[in-house]
């Protein structure tokens, strides 16, 4: 079974600083995608960024970007020029079983921006 | 566009009792999957519906099931509620079951009692 380990419960960064959340995944799949959801609190989940697996070039959406790491499985998100906006639990996501088994999340890891 | 719409937002339950969970997906979207988050367990996905037909559930019993109408909302059901079943109950949709990407509800707040 697919596993997504977020080894950082919790983060605290400095407002306009930048800060890296670590994800870790286990999988025999070759091509896949990757996921980075923030929830808000008490707000609806959303995408924050994706990744193919086939793309050797690193996902970037605006002040966020990954560092993916295949042979490593590892998926990092980094969060350049934090917002006050930005504070939420940020959970990494891997389709399981190809995507029809679902999305696998990792346990998530809560960021706090300091202003 | 309007986004996934759940309902209620919050219900208590006592245990022994049932209850319904309604999910709108976004117009056009005809997948809708269904989430329980806890602080303890996190996200575990409970099932997906496609086109009326359930495509595939997570590791939860019998006591949690489900459908999906011809206009692709979806509903869950709880039956003889337990007190670990208070949970937020996540429902996402995507427009065909290919598409990685998951649009979030708001999500419905159950507490048993």
């Known amino acids: 079974a697919q596993t997504v380990t977020q080894s950082q419960p919790e983060m605290s960064v400095q407002e306009a600083e930048t800060v890296t959340l670590s994800c870790t995944y286990d999988?025999?799949?070759?091509?896949?995608?990757l996921f980075w959801y923030k929830q808000p609190p008490s707000r609806q989940m959303i995408l924050v960024i994706r990744q193919e697996a086939y793309k050797q070039q690193n996902a970037t959406e605006n002040r966020f970007s990954v560092n993916f790491q295949k042979a490593a499985k590892s998926f990092s998100l980094k969060i350049s020029d934090s917002q006050l906006g930005d504070a939420a639990m940020y959970f990494c996501?891997?389709?399981?079983?190809?995507?029809?088994?679902?999305?696998?999340f990792g346990k998530g890891t809560h960021l706090i921006i300091q202003p | 566009k309007a986004g996934v719409t759940q309902t209620p937002r919050y219900l208590i339950k006592t245990r022994g009792q049932q209850v319904t969970l309604s999910c709108s997906p976004i117009s056009g979207h005809r997948s809708v999957s269904w989430y329980q988050q806890t602080p303890g367990q996190g996200l575990q996905f409970l099932f997906e519906y496609f086109s009326e037909t359930q495509r595939n559930k997570g590791n939860f019993p019998g006591r949690f099931s489900g459908r999906q109408f011809s206009n692709s909302r979806s509903e869950m059901n709880v039956s003889t509620l337990e007190l670990g079943d208070s949970a937020l109950y996540l429902c996402?949709?995507?427009?065909?079951?290919?598409?990685?990407?998951?649009?979030f509800g708001e999500g419905s707040r159950l507490t048993v009692l």
């Open positions: 999988t025999s799949e070759s091509d896949y995608y």
């Open positions: 996501a891997f389709p399981s079983g190809g995507g029809a088994d679902g999305l696998t």
């Open positions: 996402a949709s995507r427009r065909t079951v290919l598409t990685g990407e998951l649009f």
